[in-house]
């Protein structure tokens, strides 16, 4: 079975501040993806990763993927509140890629 | 072009009801996918399809089943609803290039209570 733990799944941070979120994952996948939901509303896509090694950035945000680690993380420069949301990480496994399985989110507030 | 469209948005249903989620996408992708979100919790996948005709088994697929007859549309069924049940529904697309799955497009949420 899949497994994928993000942490932390509460994050409070203050404006201006880095952070970094993580998302591990249990099994063979070059694929991860990276979502952000609002309150109440849908998820939008923020990141597609496809390969070792490959490095995202939009605007604060940047991610990465290290599949020989099976690890993801979504690093947050200088944060505005304007980043507050919950993100997700999901997994598309290799074998069976319409299983997907997605992170339990992480809640990020940001403080001014 | 409206992307992924959920039909209804908000839903009441008495225990023993049994109801029908319509997902419809204009995208013309191959894959699509019924998620169900509790509060304080991740997306947890019901059941997908590869393709027209076809349909799996994800996570959490008891008490509910679909259908896909058509490529655009993916039906999620409720036979006997249950509190349980009580959740957000959300219906994704995706395409495939080469043989790899790309990203998830998500419709806007079906509210489904079960009292």
Redesign the interface.
């Known amino acids: 079975e899949l497994k ?1 733990e993000q942490n932390p799944l509460f994050l409070s941070m203050q404006e201006g501040k880095n952070y970094t979120i993580y998302c591990n994952y249990s099994t063979t996948s ?2 991860l ?1 990276w ?1 952000r939901q609002d309150p109440g ?5 923020l990141f ?1 990763l ?1 390969s070792n090694g490959a490095v995202k950035q939009e605007g604060r945000l940047m991610a990465s993927l290290d599949t020989k680690a099976r690890l993801s993380t979504l690093h947050i420069t200088a944060a505005v509140h304007d980043l507050s949301a919950t993100y ?1 990480c ?1 997994v ?1 496994p290799n074998t069976n ?9 992480t809640t990020l507030t940001v403080k001014p | 072009n409206a992307g992924v469209t959920q039909t209804p948005k908000f839903r009441v249903l008495k225990t023993g009801q049994s109801m029908t989620l319509l997902c419809a996408q204009d995208m013309n992708h191959e894959y699509m996918y019924w998620y169900r979100q509790d509060p304080g919790m991740g997306l947890r996948l019901i059941h997908y399809s590869v393709g027209e005709g076809t349909t799996a088994k994800g996570e959490v697929p008891d008490g509910y089943n679909v259908s896909r007859l058509k490529k655009q549309n993916f039906l999620l069924g409720l036979e006997s609803a249950a509190p349980s049940q009580t959740s957000v529904y959300f219906c994704a697309s995706s395409y495939v290039t080469g043989d790899m799955n790309t990203e998830a497009f998500f419709g806007q949420g079906t509210r489904l209570t079960v009292v």
Do not use: C, H, I, N
């Open positions: 994928v070059d694929r993806y979502y509303k849908s998820l939008e896509s597609v496809l997700f999901a598309f890629a319409g299983k997907s399985t997605f992170g339990d989110g």
